[in-house]
């Protein structure tokens, strides 16, 4: 079996090859042309790497790209419908701690949450997680900061979305699931991740380097104290709903 080699991995033991003394005299200028060489060689292969890895409706790089592209209706997204094995774990001993509760929410957007959790191949469950977090199922809240609606999109987000009214229930739903299909499809299916970015914007998570749950972790308090207590918050009610 081959084993594939990070071009990154590679670029650095080629550079730490060529920058071993070669002899006193033109030393530098060899040495610069050859790294400059391999530097340009790597670059296109990482750049190569890249664009395979974005050009995807599963993991798109940006917004427009996942709006070109979304998934196929029916598909779902690896690890959120149904939840993984991990997460079923994590959430089952709660539920059952908490099976007399009934979940917070409105039947009346059921079918809406269905049919757009569907569409865009995410659990209905986060949805309505979402939801009852961000606005406690009120079609008309809007936040000090602008955001509107059920799942509280900001009017360029909404915009982007092709949301004209943030307030009629059907266009929000359909648009913040939307939003959160891109983003649990751009992290690749790292749930807190996607739900951080939801909160703070993926701008500003990516920023900050975090990719992963494990990154989650590490960076957490880099994070506004809001977007932590948000992300758990969608946990909390997350295990209610499923």
């Given at each position: 079996?081959?084993?594939?080699?990070?071009?990154?991995?590679?670029?650095?033991?080629?550079?730490?090859?060529?920058?071993?003394?070669?002899?006193?005299?033109?030393?530098?200028?060899?040495?610069?042309?050859?790294?400059?060489?391999?530097?340009?060689?790597?670059?296109?292969?990482?750049?190569?790497?890249?664009?395979?890895?974005?050009?995807?409706?599963?993991?798109?790089?940006?917004?427009?790209?996942?709006?070109?592209?979304?998934?196929?209706?029916?598909?779902?997204?690896?690890?959120?419908?149904?939840?993984?094995?991990?997460?079923?774990?994590?959430?089952?001993?709660?539920?059952?701690?908490?099976?007399?509760?009934?979940?917070?929410?409105?039947?009346?957007?059921?079918?809406?949450?269905?049919?757009?959790?569907?569409?865009?191949?995410?659990?209905?469950?986060?949805?309505?997680?979402?939801?009852q977090t961000e606005s406690g199922f009120r079609p008309n809240a809007e936040s000090s900061a602008g955001a509107k609606g059920l799942m509280q999109l900001m009017d360029g987000t909404a915009r982007g979305?092709?949301?004209?009214?943030?307030?009629?229930?059907?266009?929000?739903i359909e648009g913040g699931t939307k939003y959160l299909g891109y983003l649990l499809r751009k992290y690749d299916g790292h749930l807190q991740v996607a739900l951080a970015a939801y909160n703070a914007g993926?701008?500003?998570?990516?920023?900050?380097?975090?990719?992963?749950?494990?990154?989650?972790?590490?960076?957490?308090?880099?994070?506004?104290?809001?977007?932590?207590?948000?992300?758990?918050?969608?946990?909390?009610?997350?295990?209610?709903?499923?």
């Amino acid at each position: 079996m081959t084993m594939a080699i990070d071009p990154r991995t590679m670029k650095t033991i080629l550079q730490l090859q060529w920058s071993q003394p070669i002899g006193l005299e033109g030393q530098s200028s060899g040495n610069d042309s050859v790294s400059s060489l391999f530097d340009t060689m790597l670059d296109q292969m990482m750049d190569s790497e890249k664009a395979a890895l974005t050009d995807s409706s599963y993991r798109p790089a940006t917004l427009e790209g996942y709006l070109a592209a979304p998934p196929q209706k029916g598909t779902v997204l690896p690890g959120l419908a149904p939840l993984s094995v991990s997460l079923t774990e994590a959430v089952s001993t709660a539920a059952e701690m908490e099976n007399s509760r009934a979940p917070v929410g409105d039947s009346s957007y059921e079918q809406l949450i269905t049919m757009a959790a569907d569409k865009h191949g995410v659990d209905p469950s986060l949805v309505k997680a979402v939801i009852q977090t961000e606005s406690g199922f009120r079609p008309n809240a809007e936040s000090s900061a602008g955001a509107k609606g059920l799942m509280q999109l900001m009017d360029g987000t909404a915009r982007g979305l092709g949301v004209t009214n943030s307030f009629d229930p059907a266009q929000n739903i359909e648009g913040g699931t939307k939003y959160l299909g891109y983003l649990l499809r751009k992290y690749d299916g790292h749930l807190q991740v996607a739900l951080a970015a939801y909160n703070a914007g993926p701008g500003r998570v990516d920023r900050l380097g975090i990719r992963t749950e494990a990154d989650l972790v590490a960076k957490r308090s880099t994070l506004p104290l809001e977007t932590q207590k948000y992300v758990d918050k969608v946990t909390d009610a997350l295990r209610m709903f499923s």
